[in-house]
């Protein structure tokens, strides 16, 4: 079992730049992945989503990738002489025209070198892509770590939820024995305070002690209940994606204790569904961190 939550980061050298690639995931019902990247590394976004998704089944991941010149290298100015001198000439002439005294400057001179500079100085996607697939991998590795990590602790407290769930499932079999026996007293009871004389034989009064035997029968629910709760523990054991799974199990289980709440003709009994579904809503919070 793994959580959804997780983070990994990695930072990489190539020549002149230093890739920080940053991965996060939080809670989402399916698998959803945005990559955040310089616009002349675009390309990386089908890769990194092709890998991604053959690692993960669920949640919204987030890839930042940043770029930042390498501390360890020095970057050399390149000036064209060529655009620098008509530029200088234009830009002279443009004073001489108004009566201005034009002297050239050390910093108009990397001005212009700046203006006239196209190159972004972000590398090529292509010689860029091992460094930024190495810190991808990296990321991803520590992403998992964190997750698994994060959902081994989701499992104990989903395993000991599911315990308490049956200790609750077998006091609910314990109180519903003799539910309709004790009903039938009842009736018979109120019938003679009511002056009515009636046998207990009678057609009329085994008629309405069958239906109410059969509308307060919950033995049905809570052997579908022990058959979900089976499975879930099946699924914590899985190796694959279970928080989908296991959300359908716990809806069934929440809709067999409703049912048992509505027939339930015993306050304990009805009570120890009551407390079974504080449980299941507990579950069911937990397992929307679940991959």
């Given at each position: 079992?793994?959580?959804?939550?997780?983070?990994?980061?990695?930072?990489?050298?190539?020549?002149?730049?230093?890739?920080?690639?940053?991965?996060?995931?939080?809670?989402?019902?399916?698998?959803?992945?945005?990559?955040?990247?310089?616009?002349?590394?675009?390309?990386?976004?089908?890769?990194?989503?092709?890998?991604?998704?053959?690692?993960?089944?669920?949640?919204?991941?987030?890839?930042?990738?940043?770029?930042?010149?390498?501390?360890?290298?020095?970057?050399?100015?390149?000036?064209?002489?060529?655009?620098?001198?008509?530029?200088?000439?234009?830009?002279?002439?443009?004073?001489?025209?108004?009566?201005?005294?034009?002297?050239?400057?050390?910093?108009?001179?990397?001005?212009?070198?700046?203006?006239?500079?196209?190159?972004?100085?972000?590398?090529?996607?292509?010689?860029?892509?091992?460094?930024?697939?190495?810190?991808?991998?990296?990321?991803?590795?520590?992403?998992?770590?964190?997750?698994?990590?994060?959902?081994?602790?989701?499992?104990?407290?989903?395993?000991?939820?599911?315990?308490?769930?049956?200790?609750?499932?077998?006091?609910?079999?314990?109180?519903?024995?003799?539910?309709?026996?004790?009903?039938?007293?009842?009736?018979?009871?109120?019938?003679?305070?009511?002056?009515?004389?009636?046998?207990?034989?009678?057609?009329?009064?085994?008629?309405?002690?069958?239906?109410?035997?059969?509308?307060?029968?919950?033995?049905?629910?809570?052997?579908?209940?022990?058959?979900?709760?089976?499975?879930?523990?099946?699924?914590?054991?899985?190796?694959?994606?279970?928080?989908?799974?296991?959300e359908f199990l716990l809806q069934e289980v929440g809709r067999e204790l409703n049912t048992i709440c509505s027939k339930s003709?015993?306050?304990?009994?009805?009570?120890?569904?009551?407390?079974?579904?504080?449980?299941?809503?507990?579950?069911?919070?937990?397992?929307?961190?679940?991959?």
């Amino acid at each position: 079992m793994n959580s959804m939550t997780g983070y990994g980061r990695a930072k990489v050298e190539m020549p002149g730049q230093l890739i920080s690639l940053e991965l996060s995931s939080v809670n989402k019902k399916n698998l959803e992945i945005v990559v955040s990247s310089p616009r002349e590394w675009q390309s990386f976004e089908q890769h990194a989503l092709q890998f991604l998704r053959g690692c993960f089944d669920r949640g919204r991941i987030r890839v930042s990738i940043h770029l930042e010149p390498s501390p360890n290298f020095q970057h050399e100015l390149i000036f064209d002489e060529t655009f620098l001198g008509s530029d200088l000439k234009s830009l002279s002439s443009f004073m001489e025209k108004r009566g201005l005294e034009f002297v050239p400057s050390a910093e108009i001179i990397l001005q212009l070198t700046s203006l006239r500079k196209k190159d972004s100085g972000i590398p090529p996607y292509e010689e860029a892509f091992p460094f930024l697939d190495k810190a991808l991998i990296s990321c991803c590795e520590q992403m998992k770590i964190m997750r698994a990590d994060e959902g081994r602790k989701l499992c104990s407290d989903l395993n000991d939820r599911t315990q308490q769930l049956r200790k609750l499932i077998h006091e609910m079999n314990q109180q519903s024995h003799g539910m309709a026996n004790e009903w039938k007293n009842r009736l018979l009871e109120r019938l003679k305070k009511a002056g009515l004389d009636l046998d207990e034989q009678d057609d009329r009064v085994l008629k309405e002690i069958a239906l109410f035997a059969e509308k307060c029968d919950i033995s049905e629910e809570l052997t579908r209940l022990s058959s979900h709760l089976n499975q879930i523990e099946e699924t914590f054991s899985s190796t694959s994606s279970t928080g989908r799974k296991t959300e359908f199990l716990l809806q069934e289980v929440g809709r067999e204790l409703n049912t048992i709440c509505s027939k339930s003709a015993r306050t304990t009994c009805t009570k120890l569904a009551l407390d079974a579904r504080v449980e299941v809503e507990k579950m069911r919070e937990q397992v929307m961190n679940v991959e």
